[in-house]
């Protein structure tokens, strides 16, 4: 098998699927990048034992085909310091022996068998669905809440984005029991009702991916899998399994107080006044009165205090809340609108923060429970 590749294509698509590979791998094949030569079309494929990532390039004077790995690691360090240049590989089918020559050298080393490269399981004919979403609309709703997502081992269904297809529109939701991000777009709809949790490794890779797509993104799934295809990439990963938690009976309703603020504004004052909070707990109190937000941290250990008062437009009654300021800032963070409005009902519930400036087709509401007060 031969064929000569551009070093700078082929670091590009190994570099956007290296990211999949596990630093410590339960089989040792799953450290290395399956070749699969056919024609002039070259298939890059890395995986670990939940999530496998495909990418193709064009390849010349390509000479008879078949499949091999090579450790990761082996192919991609010395192409990170290769200029852009053809390399010529060169692979004896009965040893497995690579040769790898560039203009002033070469290196070689042995690869495996390809055929023992684990393969995905197919999906399940019977009860496949497909869902077709635009790449800049999947990225959006992936950015928009991947970062609610938990890390919580007693409660797996936690730690994925959850979305919620039906023939109307597809929401997309993630939590993690402190913090809750729903969006709803109705640019992409599904055949009927279905749902999955996709987990938070392959989200991430997504999120990586989707920047340098165009066009759009084909989900194809069962209860346990999706096919997920791109222009230049193809992903298969497994779902979390297991029901996920009714969100919407969460949201509060009939929340009579209500914010309104520039979002940089609050956000900068909380980064500020946050510093002096005490690191355990994170807490910041948020004073609320006609036309100001009064925000106060304060660390009784260290005897460090600050307090910022911002204009607002508030209507209710005067009140006080506490909230995380990590998760806080980090809800403002990922809200796309100059303004927000915050809704509250009393210092005992769950706040919404809400984008006053809503997306094209899209709906877009966040969540966080409160901290207790002590005075």
């Given at each position: 098998m031969k064929f000569i590749a551009s070093s700078a294509t082929m670091l590009n698509h190994l570099q956007a699927i290296s990211r999949v590979i596990n630093s410590k791998s339960t089989l040792p094949i799953l450290d290395c990048f399956k070749l699969e030569l056919k024609g002039n079309k070259l298939t890059l494929t890395a995986a670990d034992s939940?999530?496998?990532?495909?990418?193709?390039?064009?390849?010349?004077?390509?000479?008879?085909?078949?499949?091999?790995a090579i450790n990761a690691k082996n192919l991609l360090d010395p192409l990170r310091e290769l200029p852009d240049q053809p390399l010529t590989f060169d692979i004896n089918d009965e040893t497995l022996e690579v040769f790898i020559y560039y203009h002033n050298g070469k290196y070689n080393f042995v690869g495996l068998k390809g055929d023992e490269y684990p393969e995905?399981?197919?999906?399940?004919?019977?009860?496949?669905?497909?869902?077709?979403?635009?790449?800049?609309?999947?990225m959006s709703g992936i950015n928009r809440t991947v970062f609610a997502t938990a890390d919580d081992e007693l409660r797996p269904v936690m730690n994925g984005i959850y979305f919620d297809?039906?023939?109307?529109?597809?929401?997309?939701?993630?939590?993690d029991g402190h913090k809750l991000v729903r969006v709803t777009t109705t640019e992409a709809k599904g055949e009927g009702r279905s749902s999955f949790i996709l987990p938070k490794k392959p989200a991430n890779l997504l999120k990586a991916?989707?920047?340098?797509?165009?066009?759009?993104?084909?989900?194809?799934f069962d209860e346990n899998n999706a096919y997920i295809t791109m222009s230049d990439y193809k992903m298969i990963c497994r779902f979390v399994e297991g029901r996920?938690?009714?969100?919407?009976?969460?949201?509060?309703?009939?929340?009579?107080?209500?914010v309104t603020l520039d979002r940089l504004t609050l956000l900068n004052a909380?980064?500020?006044?946050?510093?002096?909070s005490n690191p355990s707990i994170g807490l910041v109190k948020l004073q609320l009165s006609e036309e100001k937000i009064v925000i106060t941290a304060q660390d009784i250990d260290f005897l460090t205090a600050a307090e910022e008062t911002i204009v607002c437009s508030y209507t209710g009654n005067v009140m006080n809340i506490g909230f995380k300021a990590a998760f806080l800032i980090e809800i403002l963070?990922?809200?796309?609108?100059?303004?927000?409005?915050?809704?509250?009902?009393?210092?005992?519930?769950?706040g919404l923060i809400l984008p006053v400036e809503q997306e094209t087709n899209e709906d877009m509401l966040t969540l966080l429970m409160p901290m207790m007060l002590n005075d």
């Open positions: 939940e999530t496998r990532l495909e990418t193709w390039i064009e390849v010349n004077n390509a000479e008879g085909e078949g499949s091999l995905p399981k197919p999906l399940k004919e019977e009860t496949s669905m497909s869902l077709t979403i635009e790449a800049d609309m999947l297809i039906t023939s109307d529109n597809l929401t997309f939701v993630a939590s991916l989707l920047p340098k797509e165009t066009g759009t993104v084909t989900i194809n996920y938690p009714n969100y919407n009976s969460v949201i509060p309703q009939n929340n009579s107080n209500t909380l980064k500020r006044v946050s510093v002096f963070d990922n809200i796309p609108s100059s303004d927000v409005r915050i809704e509250l009902s009393d210092p005992s519930r769950a």
